[in-house]
């Protein structure tokens, strides 16, 4: 993975989605050139289940690869992991 790829998807992420290909896992991505451009731009074998318009963001779910694969999108910022909420 290049370095540009290696921002935008955090290693520890990248290496769970790794052990895990096939299985299905949640993400937030951001959008780098605004959230429609995003939008148009992800694979069918990508499930939107949120959009955040106010950050630019969509909360998404499929493998692990076809997460992995996003980070090579220009359209894509950012990939995080979902995770859960912690109390106060």
């Known amino acids: 993975m290049g370095d540009a790829m290696s921002a935008r998807l955090d290693p520890g ?18 959008a780098s050139d605004g959230l429609e451009a995003l939008l148009s731009a992800l694979p069918g074998d990508v499930d939107v289940q949120y959009t955040y ?22 359209a894509v910022k950012t990939i995080e992991k979902v995770k859960p909420i912690q109390g106060c």
């Open 53 to 74: 318009r106010l950050i630019g963001g969509v909360a998404v779910r499929a493998s692990g690869d076809a997460i992995s694969r996003l980070a090579a999108l220009p």
């Open 13 to 30: 992420f990248a290496a769970e989605l790794a052990s895990d290909p096939l299985g299905a896992h949640e993400a937030i991505l951001t």
